[in-house]
């Protein structure tokens, strides 16, 4: 009896962080050097602070670049893409600033193409 309730409890906590990617959408395609808008959902009973990677384990090494520390709450991200590399299996990924391992969202499979002339 003990163990299910143990398994109660964390499927509770795994229900309550409920942030959720919007954007970028399954396979979207992102023309690097524009800005492009990052939004999610989130509830009160997910974290506060958490910080916004660009990643792709796809290729290697992998990538894991910084964006952004930011509040959860605000919903959404605008990012300035110059600079960014070019190929498809990008996500971003929501983490906690405090332990890097845990990532609190992650976004649909996106692709970064050249800019446009």
Same mark, same amino acid.
């Given at each position: 009896?003990?163990?299910?309730?143990?398994?109660?409890?964390?499927?509770?906590?795994?229900? +309550?962080?409920? !942030?959720?990617?919007?954007?970028?959408?399954? &396979?979207?395609?992102?023309?690097?050097?524009? @800005?492009?808008?990052? /939004?999610?959902?989130?509830?009160?009973?997910?974290?506060?602070?958490?910080?916004?990677?660009? +990643?792709?384990? !796809?290729?290697?090494?992998?990538?894991?670049? &910084?964006?952004?520390?930011?509040?959860?709450? @605000?919903?959404?991200? /605008?990012?300035?893409?110059?600079?960014?590399?070019?190929?498809?299996?990008?996500?971003?990924?929501?983490?906690?600033?405090?332990?890097?391992?845990?990532?609190?969202?992650?976004?649909?499979?996106?692709?970064?193409?050249?800019?446009?002339?």
């Amino acid at each position: 009896m003990m163990m299910l309730s143990k398994l109660t409890y964390f499927a509770f906590i795994a229900y +309550s962080m409920a !942030i959720q990617f919007n954007t970028p959408s399954p &396979f979207e395609e992102w023309t690097t050097c524009e @800005d492009h808008t990052v /939004t999610w959902d989130a509830v009160d009973t997910d974290p506060k602070i958490a910080d916004l990677y660009l +990643s792709n384990y !796809i290729r290697y090494p992998p990538i894991n670049k &910084f964006l952004s520390r930011l509040s959860v709450s @605000d919903g959404s991200y /605008t990012a300035d893409t110059k600079g960014w590399p070019i190929d498809g299996g990008y996500r971003i990924n929501m983490r906690n600033p405090d332990n890097f391992d845990e990532i609190y969202a992650q976004s649909e499979e996106f692709i970064l193409s050249p800019p446009r002339e």
